[in-house]
């Protein structure tokens, strides 16, 4: 095979090499440019290798420039999530992973994150709690990848029911179809509600378990497979109450049910200090807005600004 390049390709590798020149921070730009140079070789007429073009051309190992291509492709990958890793480094944490739990654990990072705020460290926390659930042979449906548990296992506090209370009627059957440890099964209890509880934990799925009568769903669900709840919770067609992250309002694919079926937003004017797994109510790594999400509770505004009761604290 010749080494000389055809006038294209050395035009195209001068395009590809001055974005290249335009820094690392346009790191999908320049794994992309990089995997095109490396698959078509186009460091072929001055370099024997890919490793001693990146190294003489960009003072780059070999292992970093494979790196910024692994980086383009998974952010590729979640660019229908609308919102990308800020860098090669958050990448690095999901790029071992499969394309579908790739867009599960950002998701994952994105609704989880303190403060709203996404790092490297963050995206490995979330990354190794999903590897480690895979491990459990249960699924919530098919094609889940574990029970829930570590950001899907928060435990919610009563209070965060007092801001709903009022839209739900005394004579309903309230569903908490993943109900834990039961705190909100308690509340709705004390509160004169009728409550049916199940949970993937007790054998009793979401997506397959459907009790044979009950009126309205209150619950917390899985934070990594939201957009599946949801779109369950709507082709019932009865009243629902979700605690979401309030970052749902933002996404596509949840906007997209928002818009055709309708929706009703309580707002807190606080976080919720869930009990998280391991760590207790002492927990902060699932420190981030909610908000209830709610359909058929004719609340009558689209979006309503409560107060949490301050009597739990």
């Not at 480690?132 to 829930?148: F, V």
């Amino acid at each position: 095979m010749s080494s000389a390049l055809t006038i294209t390709e050395n035009q195209k590798l001068n395009a590809l090499e001055n974005t290249i020149a335009r820094g690392l921070k346009y790191y999908i730009e320049v794994g992309e440019a990089l995997l095109t140079i490396r698959e078509e070789r186009l460091y072929r007429a001055q370099f024997n290798t890919f490793e001693d073009y990146c190294l003489t051309r960009w003072n780059m190992s070999k292992t970093h420039a494979n790196r910024m291509i692994d980086a383009s492709e998974v952010a590729e990958n979640l660019t229908p999530i609308g919102v990308i890793p800020a860098n090669e480094a958050q990448t690095r944490e999901l790029a071992a992973l499969p394309a579908d739990e790739q867009r599960t654990a950002w998701q994952t990072a994105l609704d989880t994150a303190p403060d709203g705020k996404v790092t490297a460290a963050h995206v490995r926390e979330v990354v190794e709690t999903l590897s480690q659930g895979k491990q459990k042979p249960k699924t919530n449906r098919a094609g889940d990848k574990y029970i829930p548990q570590g950001f899907d296992a928060c435990q919610t506090p009563p209070e965060a029911l007092t801001p709903l209370l009022p839209h739900l009627y005394t004579d309903w059957q309230i569903w908490e179809c993943a109900s834990g440890e039961g705190l909100l099964v308690e509340e709705l209890n004390a509160r004169g509600f009728q409550v049916i509880a199940s949970d993937i934990l007790t054998d009793q799925n979401f997506f397959e378990y459907v009790p044979s009568q009950w009126d309205c769903i209150v619950t917390n669900p899985p934070y990594s497979i939201k957009y599946d709840w949801i779109a369950q919770c709507y082709a019932f067609g009865k009243p629902f109450a979700l605690l979401l992250p309030v970052e749902t309002l933002g996404a596509k694919t949840a906007q997209e049910f928002f818009r055709d079926c309708g929706l009703e937003v309580i707002f807190l004017d606080r976080r919720i200090n869930f009990k998280m797994p391991n760590k207790g109510w002492e927990g902060s790594a699932a420190q981030f807005p909610v908000a209830w999400f709610t359909y058929g509770l004719n609340i009558g505004q689209q979006m309503t600004f409560a107060r949490l009761d301050e009597e739990h604290h």
